[in-house]
């Protein structure tokens, strides 16, 4: 699946003509939504810990070098192989290095936003290693060809009818829609492959530096037979994915299951410091980890939009977005969606590939209402516009109009007119016609203006007040 | 210049510029403390129905026994019922002993399987009897230190998963957990909470994903 934000316009409008895709989006954006909330309020010191989790983040980023140095070397005594990528090209190539030095033929994955910013799939198995998905709405966008739709739930965009569907197509299975039937038959088939994978590649929730440990959340248990059954486990993080220490970790984790599931806790907690068969004799014999830059460094640069890579990808932002609630995942062109993704898409990708992203907001608030880690996401896309703007990608019609309203704005009299004529002029156009907008009117109308203008009736109000 | 060097050396240069951030209020510590006092229990059974709450909220079933026997007894039971007909396990050898008299019942003490059969023979193990470490009051996690076990297969390979707890390891919350593991063992801990599940068609909840389709807690009290 091909996507680019540059073509952003073009996906927004075909998915709101899409009825089934925004049903779908709007079922599950509500329902996690009802869920959070519930969790929410059985956690009375909640707005506390959302303080407590902003405040741990701030302080990591401010020392991310020592943070990573630690990290690093409490791994390497805990006998993990720990590789630097400066950007995806690296990343993908120490991955496909380690593969190839374990004679692999079979890899296993559990979700991870972070191995999806690196392609990973598409590039392992060019290389004839077969890599599978494991987390069941992963696996079912795989088998389509698309990507996650959803920071925690990758196949919300599709309902059971399309899945059965997949299923049928690619499985060769008689055609089932029953949600029970499509799991059983995802786990027959995955369990097989975990069992006989050679390498098993997860992402990471939380790095813990004190420990050298870490993190995997998840409710499947596909990321605890990935890191827990293949001979070598390979976990690619982005390095802003530290915490400090273990007392930290347990505010993260009350933040994170209610604000990315809806459940008080996730079902699995995998915190792994090592490779299992130093203490087990069983699972992997090697661990590596990956730390990825690609950007992330840079912007760090900026000491207030540094503020978004303290997001932990819980996803409530998309559920509470309203833009989100109507287009669902793809329209945003990259796989960060949402509110934070539009912040991130044109730090990662540049202000010319990501120009119309952080308009993809009505700056409502809600997403900073509801981030467990206090991301200001509308003030950071405000900095955002302002950049697309300072570095000239700003749309041409927006341009335009701004440098008339400048004109008319620093010559009273013209604007006194300007406001007063289109109030007189509509009555000149067919009846129900209303001015033509470029790029509104074509679906809708736009609103009657005041007969008076706005200048008239202002001074009237202020008469009679 | 070699990746490492390079990414520290920008993140120095980057973190040099102090944040424009807000600081975290002054109140937020105490307030944390102050609201968790207010929602834990005040008394073992207050701790207890806790957990049992939370618990089943999370589709896991807490059954109470006062003996190894009485526990026994209910597991023959209920693998009958589940026609499960073989278990696994783990760190509980004395009841691994009294339900191996039972001629109906394959059972297999894990650290009797030769290692390199253990993933094999345990995936296709109905069910296991495991111990834990600690149980969290609050969320109803059950806590596994890596370093006290020597096979974690039987927690997540068999479909039923059956774990005796007992009142000593119910900690109230995490927070809790945190201050009382010793570092070296909180580096490869796995915290289970109710069976696997996935809401990924619909949002309709099914479980058993790809772990556990059941997870009973036997609470012994002796």
């Keep these: 699946m091909n996507l680019s934000p540059t ?3 073009t996906y927004v409008k075909e998915a709101l003509l899409d009825s089934r895709l925004r049903a779908s989006v709007d079922k599950a954006t509500q329902t996690s939504l009802a869920k959070r909330n519930d969790k929410k309020e059985q956690i009375p010191y909640w707005e506390e810990l959302r303080y407590k989790a902003h405040s741990i983040k701030r302080d990591v980023m401010e020392h991310l070098d020592t943070y990573l140095e630690t990290f690093e070397k409490n791994c390497v005594s805990n006998g993990i192989h720990v590789h630097w990528a400066a950007n995806a090209k690296e990343a993908r190539q120490i991955i496909l290095n380690i593969a190839h030095e374990k004679h692999a033929k079979t890899i296993v994955k559990s979700k991870s936003l972070t191995t999806e910013e690196l392609h990973l799939n598409d590039f392992l198995i060019e290389n004839d290693l077969e890599t599978l998905e494991t987390d069941l709405g992963e696996y079912i966008v795989q088998l389509l060809g698309q990507i996650p739709s959803h920071l925690t739930a990758p196949a919300l965009h599709l309902n059971r009818q399309d899945i059965g569907k997949v299923f049928h197509e690619k499985l060769g299975i008689d055609y089932t829609e029953d949600p029970n039937e499509l799991l059983t038959i995802a786990r027959n088939t995955l369990r097989e492959k975990f069992l006989n994978a050679d390498i098993g590649i997860s992402g990471v929730n939380f790095a813990v530096a004190e420990s050298g440990s870490v993190v995997v959340v998840e409710n499947e248990a596909n990321a605890r037979l990935t890191v827990g059954v293949p001979k070598t486990h390979i976990a690619v993080m982005g390095i802003e994915k530290i915490i400090p220490n273990m007392d930290d970790l347990a505010v993260f984790l009350k933040l994170l299951g209610p604000s990315a599931t809806g459940q008080k806790a996730s079902v699995y907690v995998n915190i792994v410091g090592g490779p299992a068969f130093q203490k087990l004799k069983e699972g992997p014999e090697e661990m590596h980890i990956v730390l990825l830059d690609n950007g992330r460094s840079k912007m760090l640069a900026d000491p207030e939009l540094r503020e978004t890579l303290f997001c932990i990808r819980c996803g409530a932002c998309l559920n509470v977005c309203p833009i989100y609630q109507q287009i669902g995942g793809h329209a945003y062109g990259w796989v960060y969606m949402g509110p934070i993704g539009i912040t991130l898409i044109p730090q990662y990708l540049g202000e010319k590939e990501g120009k119309y992203s952080p308009y993809l907001s009505s700056l409502c608030g809600a997403c900073y209402e509801i981030c467990p880690v206090r991301i200001n996401i509308p003030h950071h896309l405000l900095k955002l516009r302002n950049n697309v703007v300072e570095k000239g990608y700003s749309m041409k019609i927006e341009k335009i109009g701004m440098d008339i309203w400048a004109f008319l704005a620093r010559h009273p009299k013209l604007y006194r007119f ?16 209303s001015f033509p907008a470029p790029g509104y009117t074509g679906e809708r109308a736009l609103g009657k203006f005041d007969k008076k203008g706005f200048r008239k009736r202002f001074l009237e109000m202020k008469k009679n007040k | 210049m070699p990746s490492r060097e390079k990414i520290l050396n920008a993140i120095k240069k980057a973190v040099k510029t102090s944040s424009h951030l807000p600081e975290k209020p002054d109140y937020v510590e105490k307030e944390i403390e102050s609201k968790l006092t207010s929602i834990t229990p005040l008394d073992d059974k207050g701790f207890k129905e806790q957990f049992e709450k939370e618990l089943q909220a999370v589709s896991g079933e807490l059954v109470t026994v006062s003996s190894e026997k009485i526990l026994v007894e209910h597991l023959y039971r209920d693998m009958l019922a589940g026609n ?25 003490n894990t650290v009797d399987i030769p290692e390199q059969d253990r993933k094999a023979t345990l995936a296709n193990t109905q069910a296991s009897l495991v111990s834990v470490d600690y149980a969290i009051a609050d969320v109803a996690s059950l806590v596994v230190l890596l370093d006290n076990i020597p096979s974690l297969f039987p927690h997540y390979l068999p479909d039923s998963i059956y774990v005796v707890v007992k009142p000593d390891q119910l900690v109230a919350n995490m927070f809790e957990l945190m201050e009382i593991i010793p570092d070296e063992k909180k580096k490869n801990m796995l915290f289970i909470t109710g069976p696997s599940r996935t809401a990924d068609i619909e949002k309709i909840l099914i479980l058993g994903a790809h772990g556990p389709r059941k997870l009973t807690v036997y609470w012994l009290e002796s």
């Design chain 1, 7 to 9: 073509k952003t316009k």
């Design chain 2, 84 to 108: 499960n007909s073989s278990i696994a396990f783990m760190g509980t050898d004395s009841i691994f002993s009294q339900m191996s008299n039972l001629s109906d019942i394959q059972c297999l």
């Design chain 1, 418 to 433: 300007a406001t007063w004529f289109p109030g007189k002029f509509q009555m000149l156009l067919p009846k129900g016609q």
